[in-house]
């Protein structure tokens, strides 16, 4: 029942996120305005993967979750919170102090705008937007800890806030402000994130307040994972920073389209990918801790299997429905059709990695419940080097942009097939038999939906470039519906036997 709780609320907040780049896109458009806030929002949005979510997260949940299981008075888990706290303010308000003494160094490193003014502005609003990362670091703490007591519901909802705080600053103060109007929506939100979760973070006997005791041994414990974890997250932040590098030294329009098609790629991938992840990851946690290795196991191949049934159809669906998805949810303003055409084509880029990304994550928190950091981190670099180098050839293609997207989908598969390998032979072999019969029961079952939206869309012509219509709106809820009914049926008829499991496995919890 988690994972759904999780999956539902997640949906919730993903259409959010849809109103709030719908927004930016009306507002400020899709060029080189909308270039500047996009590539420099990803700056502290990348940069909270090393000391939030992402790689702290990833340290210390399984500690956490094994000192819940061996005081459940709370005592020790307490200590754990209040070192965290304080680590992550002496690390990252020097940070935040010499980003702004040296913004205009650091901007013209991170980005390659050919305009000035776009490297002025870019200076200015970072000076601003880099204090979202400590706001955010908090609230991803505040999350771990509270999904540590299988709370999931709270900071399922959280991200919801951010965006309506995001959306309500544009609309009520850009005639004023300007693009600095998404800077303001952007720190009130991180401040009511943490707001909204401090009452639960409360009742579960924690508080925010710091603890300089360095020497307890769990926070030691912690550190040391740390160290690995971010390591890893690193690869992955340095890697996507020289994407967004890259994107700006490319046509206007260009950061703006990688930024804008991750958002609609990262609706499935929110819903399903991370919502899995977040559920299962204190399960293998407690299970690593009890040394249950078939527990482990199972876990790990239905958690699996379920990525697979529920990400393949989204990346077809979500291909073949491009231009109609964006049309639908940006084109209006000064957000043209030629703008969706670019996002779309990067977006199918993109969707070719949408199971390996999915499934590379979800098996880096199979490694790190085990206390193995070397096998991601020696995965991350692969992946890393790999994106980079295809990134450099294809971008000089006629893809262009759209090559940025496709080399890292090729990047993260062939990571996923090495730490499916690595895991397979720590547990002594997966059931690779069964993960292949979902996978092709998935293909067969997405097989006539694909059909049915081809001709759909043959049929009803190029309806999207009217943009965001109610008309539009109709037309493309007829053809997901359409064709989530026809998956539904299909699931049914090959029996997916791992959606029963999985909601048994659901229930024991």
Known sequence: MSTFIVMGSTLVSRLFGFVRIAVVGAIYGAGGEADVLNAVFTIPNNLRKLMAEGALSSAFIPVLSRSLVQDPGGERSRKIVGNIFTFQLLIIVPLLIGSVLFAPRLVRLILDFPDPERILLSTRLFRWMIHYLLLVSVSAV????????SGFFIPAVTPILFSVAVISSILLFHDHLGAFAMVVGVLVGGVVQILFQLPTLLRYGYSLGLDFRFRNPDFIHVMKQ???VVATASVYTINEQI???FSTALEVG???AMSNALVFWQLPFGIFSASITTVLFPRMSRQAG?????GLKATLEYGFQYLILLLVPSAIFLSLLGEEVI???LQRGIFTAENTLITARVLRGFNWGLLPVGAFNFFQRYFYSRDDFRTPLHSAVFVCITDIALSLWLKETPLRVTGLAVANSLAFAGGLVIMYHQASRSLGGLDGKKILMTFGKTLVSAAPAAVFLRAYLLYTGDWWRAGSTG???GLLAAAGLGA????GVMFRLVGMEVLSVFRKKEARE
């Open 471 to 473: 008309r539009n709106l």
């Open 226 to 228: 740390w160290l690995p």
């Open 484 to 487: 989530l009914g026809i998956l």
């Open 290 to 294: 009890l040394e249950d290795l078939q």
């Open 243 to 245: 994407a967004i590098r």
């Open 327 to 329: 049309a639908v949810a």
């Open 142 to 149: 505040m999350m771990g800890v509270i999904n540590a007591h």
């Open 254 to 256: 260009s950061a703006s």
